[in-house]
């Protein structure tokens, strides 16, 4: 009997051990997933609402979008088009994700989108475990949401281009390194990622890699790096991601292609301005004052405490800083000036913002409070006025009734500043979503519609490019070959004798033309017109 009793103890606390234990996993569970579920639901929400109401943007997305739609038209995936004429710019792994969405779904805005939403979505819950494993999760959740109201990060993610799925590749190889520890096996992954970021924008796609190997030169593990297998198996391996498409361009159009993506494509960029891409030593700082507000005022402080922690408690998270000063610095060297080439810093700017907000919420020194402080008050200055005079009313009430009672409440406070900033940048936001058909897409689409009712070959388009007139939108939404004329003294090289041709051009230089051809409107948009003209016999137009 005594046997039986102590059994069926040790099965009751067996069974009462088990259901602690699950209830702790399930706890624990829960607070690891509630925060990866709030910040995969904020990002899919900003990023992917109304995606695809907007026309597509002149020259880069279109471009990528019109090359992608060439090659599934054409079948031929190796060598990038546009206008049916090989393009040797960057490699085609984004024309390749753009190229496939289109073969299942359709050549549309959305999809031309798509790959970079979806890498955006991708970043922001990258930016959110780098921010866990470096400082908590309450860090990584608000670095999530700084990136989320940042007006240029969002905007590009709702951008057709390769910039965000660069960052993401770059960030997964980052994300892959702070993991490495002392498993030298991360080399493998780390280099996998570079070498697809090569093929998404060539040589800047090593920058993850640069920053990766000036953070082991500072952290001391050169040698033990250099001594690992993995490293150059792993190096290896990226060459053999990045070199047969290179090795391919290179065998089927020699000398072109060498000229075009070695000379013009990389280092023309580097040396020499390029598409009048010019900008000073300042450039990049007036990028962020503009686009990167209001948390551009936050940053200065979150690099300030990123480096203390790394002085105080070794080098370990130094890859943070690195990124942002590295990034920053060489392109404000470089010749051509393009305000996205900032894109990589965002995410871990974002991170190191987020240290401070959250320092400053959880009061943990006067230090943090203060900066937050000051930084809010810079905000103020440039913000719209009634954001500023809300929240200025919100914390004059609050220090009244702290003062009533004698304390005053530090964290509240904090949070009422934390909550202008969000404010102000949810602010910035908003007119990315409010878009208005493009006159040059609407009437592209026209084009797309005669041209189906031709009988025979799809007759040429005729597109005089100007302000708000693009040739990239042209061909793309109408699916038609393109002509472009400079000039008015350009159409007889282009009209066919006294055949009638189709051409969009600003409604302006209707009357200029009208003695030498008989016009026809076809439809209007705005400035714009799409019109048929033929050549008068006898104009003396030569």
């Not at 994700?97 to 819950?125: C, D, K, L, Q």
């Not at 490495?180 to 990622?193: A, E, H």
């Not at 070695?262 to 580097?270: D, E, N, V």
Request: charged share 15%; proline share 4%; hydrophobic share 55%.
């Amino acid at each position: 009997m005594e046997l039986l009793v102590k059994n069926s103890l040790s099965k009751a606390t067996f069974r009462r051990t088990a259901r602690s234990v699950l209830l702790r996993w399930q706890v624990s569970s829960l607070s690891t997933i509630w925060p990866m579920f709030v910040v995969c639901f904020a990002a899919i929400a900003v990023i992917f609402w109304r995606l695809g109401q907007e026309n597509l943007h002149d020259w880069d997305e279109a471009v990528y979008a019109q090359i992608s739609k060439e090659m599934v038209k054409s079948g031929d995936w190796l060598t990038p088009s546009f206008g049916y004429e090989p393009w040797f710019d960057k490699p085609p792994l984004f024309m390749w994700i753009t190229a496939f969405f289109y073969s299942w779904f359709g050549a549309n805005e959305f999809w031309s989108r798509a790959g970079s939403a979806f890498s955006a979505v991708g970043v922001v819950i990258l930016t959110f475990v780098i921010g866990r494993r470096l400082y908590n999760k309450y860090v990584g959740m608000i670095a999530a949401l700084v990136l989320l109201t940042s007006w240029q990060f969002v905007r590009f993610a709702r951008f057709g281009m390769t910039d965000i799925l660069l960052t993401l590749l770059t960030y997964l190889a980052i994300h892959a390194y702070l993991r490495n520890g002392s498993d030298q096996k991360s080399w493998y992954l780390i280099w996998t990622y570079c070498g697809l970021a090569i093929m998404v924008k060539s040589v800047v796609g090593l920058i993850g890699a640069g920053v990766i190997m000036v953070d082991v030169l500072v952290v001391r593990r050169t040698a033990q790096t250099l001594r690992s297998r993995p490293f150059w198996l792993g190096l290896l391996l990226a060459i053999l991601i990045a070199a047969p498409w290179h090795a391919f361009m290179w065998m089927t159009h020699g000398r072109a292609f060498v000229v075009q993506y070695f000379g013009y494509t990389l280092g023309a960029h580097l040396t020499q301005v390029v598409e009048q891409h010019i900008g000073g030593r300042s450039f990049y700082l007036n990028v962020f004052q503009d686009e990167f507000f209001p948390w551009i005022y936050v940053l200065p402080f979150g690099l300030s405490h990123h480096l203390t922690r790394v002085f105080r408690e070794g080098p370990s998270s130094l890859i943070l800083s690195l990124l942002v000063v590295v990034v920053f610095g060489l392109f404000t060297l470089a010749s051509t000036k393009v305000a996205w080439y900032m894109m990589p810093i965002y995410p871990a700017a974002a991170v190191l913002i987020a240290s401070v907000l959250v320092d400053a919420s959880q009061s943990r020194g006067a230090v943090a409070f203060s900066e937050l402080v000051v930084a809010t008050c810079l905000v103020a200055l440039f913000a719209p006025l009634k954001l500023t005079l809300g929240f200025a009313c919100a914390a004059i009430l609050l220090l009244a009734v702290c003062f009533a009672k004698g304390n005053l409440m530090y964290q509240l406070l904090a949070v009422i500043m934390c909550a202008f900033l969000f404010a102000v940048g949810i602010n910035g936001l908003l007119p990315l979503y409010h878009a208005e058909a493009k006159p040059a897409a609407t009437l592209a689409r026209m084009a797309a519609r005669t041209g189906t009712e031709h009988r025979g070959p799809i007759e040429p388009i005729i597109v005089f490019p100007s302000n708000g007139l693009r040739v990239q939108t042209v061909l793309f939404y109408s699916d038609r070959p393109v002509r472009v004329a400079d000039s008015p003294g350009d159409l007889p090289r282009l009209v066919d004798g006294s055949k009638t041709q189709e051409v969009i051009l600003p409604k302006a230089m209707i009357a200029s033309l009208a003695s030498a051809y008989e016009i026809s409107p076809l439809h209007e948009a705005r400035a714009l017109a799409y019109v048929t003209i033929r050549r008068i016999r006898n104009s003396g137009q030569q």
